[in-house]
């Protein structure tokens, strides 16, 4: 296994020098030169210089890509161009938020979402099967924009069951300005979860170690359980690990309406403001827990099933 | 001023381009909480130096009740957080709730708010005796002419274009019918703007601006090139580009949109590569200086005058005011100039943009002006009535 492992790590490095030179060519050669932007309406051609020097814009595109190659193993990306703060602080203290409401509803639609799954299988073919599939096809059609919208206004305004918006660091101070975007969250993943988990636990019930089971006497709900389950677990695992990274990202639109100061208000607020610096950041980041979730999850195939082999 | 405020050189020079972070100053206000983009607390500063909410007033402010407070140490809240949510849905509703003291409205919910017939709150709102305010910002959007390209320097061709623009339907469609269509460079709110002035080349007109087009020697638009009219990315934008196009096409102009990333724009503007481009000027502070250094020849790019007009009377004219202090002889020539920016059209200009901000009740001495710096001292909060109103 370490020999596998030693090769997924080097595998890495192609991946990031290519991620690095995608966010190179976006950012450094087709963007186009921010001093200008940076300088504001009173620039002269003395600030402009003085600027590009700073910025290193005067460097040649080689020894620009390798700052961001560079950034990648020293997590050190410079400043935001509009709030001046060191990105790697800026990083940290939005991940607390994002986590805050994301964590709690990631793991409750997960369980939420399995067990539905585990129910509809149970009743395949069925009414609540069928019923279940429309419900699914019609959460999943609304879009996330329609949920914030509406329940913002109604569970919150009209209702005033939960804060419109805000956010208070400190546990558990912060508890009431999440609920609400933590229910949202659940609704808008519970529907593809469930589709996906339902279709991988229906593969396996048609299985024959399934068959054998039953004819051996074993109960639905333990066969359910037991047998089916636990063999859907590496479909399921896949798509659940892979999904981690993008939870210390937040979501983009919860969290820009519900003021929540979380890494996705953050690059919302970074798009809205061209702050490359915190884009390049952000999108380096993305691709690197990507890559490392990616291995986390083939490590763990091997936990799960004893079959696998990492060679 | 923001443009002029005083920092500390200790401060600057220890925390360096982070400094901004760090504010230091003699304000009335501390800054405990400092979150740019999401929250920002200010605390009243027990050591500020002494001083009063003013005694003496205008007739105007003193009849709309400015002066109750007269003579009261200021800042007289104790606290002000700024809330920052870019979504204007949640900022409504935490208003309406009462959780914010005052919001400007957009243009989503404007409709719901004011009635468009007597601009005044519709009666859902003004029974909660809600508040509506409404300003002319000093600021002009324009859509800008290269100078330096022959074509341009045809005065009849821009002001031909200029009559073939439309700005009160560009106010409908973009400005939620408020913008205030400008005739000049500066906006109407300050000295240097003619009252009531009113540009011979702004204002749609097909007949004239035919006829003005033929004399520049392009009848229907015959032997113009396809003009190029660069714009920022988004929305809004493609729309205001795409809107000025198709007004252009009336006369026998093509105008050919493209978008570009703000960097991209402000390069192309500053480095003089562009036919046309779209843009807005906000004032740095309350006087017409300010906007009519624009056409100033001196300051081409990458000053502010981005056109690359010139013009030797006006650049006098400029060189003459800048020297001069506020006066009835200074304004003159701030109009003078006001009138040459208006007739030679260095620019087709669009709008002054106006805002409507509805607030609460029980916030006193809350007024919107064009140069809202350092107002919050003179804000104050009547608890009584912001408890009773709540209940």
Known sequence: MSVYLIRRILYTFPILLGVCLIIFVIFNVTAGDPTLVLLGKHATQEHVQQLRSQLGLDRSLTLQYLDIVKSCFTMNFGRSWSTKQEISSMIVAGMRPSLSYTLPAFFLSIAMSIFLSLVVAYFRGRLIDRLSAVLVVAMMSISALAYILFFQWFLAYKLGWFEISGFESGFPDFIPYIILPTLIYIILSIGPNLRFFRTVILDEVYQDYVRTARSKGVGEIAVMIKHVFKNALIPIMTYVIIQIPFLILGGLLIESFFGIPGLGGMILAAINSNDFPVIKAMTILSAMAYILFSLITDILYMVVDPRVKLK | ?391
């Open chain 2, 1 to 391: 001023m923001p443009s002029t405020s005083a920092v500390a050189r200790e401060v600057v020079e220890y925390y360096k381009e982070n400094f901004i972070n760090h504010p230091v100053g003699t304000g009335p206000f501390l800054l405990p909480e400092y979150k740019q983009t999401n929250k920002i607390t200010y605390t009243r500063n027990p050591k500020y130096r002494k001083r009063f909410y003013p005694s003496e007033a205008s007739e105007e402010f003193i009849k709309a009740g400015f002066l109750k407070d007269a003579g009261r140490p200021i800042p007289m809240v104790d606290k002000i957080v700024v809330t920052i949510l870019e979504e204007s849905q949640p900022r409504w509703l935490n208003f309406v709730k009462g959780n914010f003291d005052f919001v400007r409205l957009e243009k989503d919910n404007f409709d719901m708010v004011v009635n468009r017939d007597n601009l005044q709150l519709r009666e859902e709102f003004s029974s909660k005796s809600l508040q509506l305010q409404s300003l002319v910002e000093l600021d002009v959007t324009y859509m800008g002419f290269n100078h330096d390209l022959e074509l341009f320097k045809n005065k009849k061709l821009r002001q031909a274009m200029s009559l073939a623009f439309d700005p009160k339907e560009q106010s409908k469609l973009f400005y939620n019918d408020f913008g205030v269509p400008a005739q000049s460079i500066v906006p109407p709110t300050i000295d240097g703007s003619i009252k009531d002035y009113k540009n011979p080349f702004v204002g749609r007109d097909l007949e004239k601006a035919k006829a003005l087009l033929a004399e520049a020697g392009y009848p229907e638009g015959k032997g113009l090139p396809t003009i190029t009219l660069d714009t920022s990315s988004g929305t809004d934008h493609r729309q205001i580009a795409e809107h000025f196009a198709n007004k252009m096409k009336d006369i026998g102009i093509q105008v050919l949109v493209r978008q570009n990333t703000w960097p991209e724009l402000q390069n192309k503007v500053r480095s003089q590569n562009f036919m046309m481009f779209s843009m807005a000027w906000g004032g740095d502070y309350p006087d017409a200086e300010n906007f009519l250094q624009l056409l100033y020849s001196k300051n081409r790019s990458p000053g502010p005058n981005s056109t690359g007009y010139s013009n030797p009377l006006y650049d006098r004219l400029y060189e003459t005011i800048l020297v001069m202090n506020d006066s009835p002889e200074r304004t003159a020539i701030y109009e003078k100039m006001y009138r040459i920016a208006a007739e030679e059209v260095p620019m087709i200009y669009g709008q002054h943009r106006r805002y409507f901000y509805a607030s609460q009740s029980w916030l006193k001495n809350y007024l919107q002006n064009d140069n809202p710096f350092g107002v919050e001292v003179y804000w104050d909060v009547d608890l009584a009535k912001k408890n009773q109103t709540s209940k």
